[in-house]
């Protein structure tokens, strides 16, 4: 059985992962938990009662986005044209990564995949973009020797450059180029 939290362990919860998703979105998986205990204004003792170990952290944090991947790639296979739809998802992740550094580190990396949630979302993420590519491909739009390995290495390229480079919209317009190398004549 459960055990229900009080209100205010329920506040410094809600307020350690907000801090956290924010904190983990600037700096990256390696973020300070000193810095989130601080901006969710409790202190370091509450936030290894609620989470024990950065891992914990983590996953909790980013299940939420891993379902949101799972949730554009199945966006993406409802939508009526293959092409499209494998641009507009290939471009709403590219920006997911750009605009947050943890999710962009947790998106090419397999280090949290003992983690049974997150690698359980990671998985079906990753099937659902390969029926997405897949769809395209079967279109005749998408080029029949893209795999679902070079759309990890694309992820990379991404998170690279949104995190290197000065100007924040550099991801976009390298993605418009391979988009443009990827498309079928």
């Given at each position: ?5 009080r ?8 307020a ?15 973020a ?7 901006r ?20 909790e ?8 991947a ?5 966006q ?12 507009g ?8 990564q ?10 090419v ?15 079906t ?16 739009r ?10 990890a ?8 450059v ?24």
């Open positions: 059985m459960a055990t229900r939290l209100a205010d362990a329920r506040r410094n919860r809600a350690l992962l907000d801090a956290a998703r924010e904190v983990f979105a600037e700096q990256g998986l390696d300070s938990l000193d810095e989130i205990a601080r969710a204004g409790v202190g370091n003792a509450t936030l290894y009662r609620r989470f024990p170990s950065r891992r914990h952290l983590i996953a944090v980013f299940a939420s986005h891993m379902t949101s799972v949730r554009l790639a199945e993406a296979l409802e939508h009526p044209d293959p092409w499209a739809a494998f641009v998802y290939l471009t709403r992740v590219c920006e997911l750009a605009t947050d550094r943890g999710l962009a580190e947790l998106l990396t397999t280090a949290f995949d003992d983690d049974e949630r997150l690698a359980a979302l990671r998985t993420a990753q099937q659902r973009a390969v029926d997405v590519l897949a769809r395209a491909q079967r279109a005749g998408l080029r029949s020797d893209f795999t679902r390995h070079d759309l290495l694309l992820m990379m390229a991404n998170a690279g949104a995190q290197h480079s000065a100007d924040p919209r550099a991801w976009r317009r390298q993605l418009v180029l391979v988009l443009g190398g990827l498309a079928t004549r």
